[in-house]
Nanobody, 121 residues
């Protein structure tokens, strides 16, 4: 059973920074990609950033230039550095691990329990 545990959320003022961490119970190198998603109240869960096993990164347009995703394979940990936070960044942030298996490339997603990020003055 794969477990993902997020930490680092909290309350921060606009313009502030937070760093989220996601510790995984197994080697993250075994996953095709790791990612961060977020879900605001009453809204769908949206992709924030992903990083592949080759460390190729992608970002949602709304966070480009402000957020940075990174990984430490030795620690089985993925990070999300969030700078210049805005009130619209307020959401529950979820860590995601993606496996792609078999010739038909079935996708398996694993999720953490989420960590709340609130940006408010």
């Amino acid at each position: 059973q794969v477990q993902l545990v997020e930490s680092g959320g909290g309350l921060v003022q606009p313009g502030g920074s937070l760093r989220l961490s996601c510790v995984v119970s197994t080697s993250i190198f075994s996953f095709y990609a790791m990612g961060w998603y977020r879900q605001a109240p009453g809204k769908q869960r949206d992709l924030v950033a992903t990083i592949t096993s080759a460390s190729i990164t992608t970002y949602a347009d709304s966070v480009k230039g402000r957020f940075t995703i990174s990984r430490d394979n030795a620690k089985n940990t993925v990070y999300l550095q969030m700078n210049n936070l805005k009130p619209e960044d307020t959401a529950v942030y979820y860590c995601n691990a993606l496996s792609i298996v078999g010739g038909d490339e079935q996708e398996f997603h694993y999720w953490g329990q989420g960590t709340q990020v609130t940006v408010s003055s």
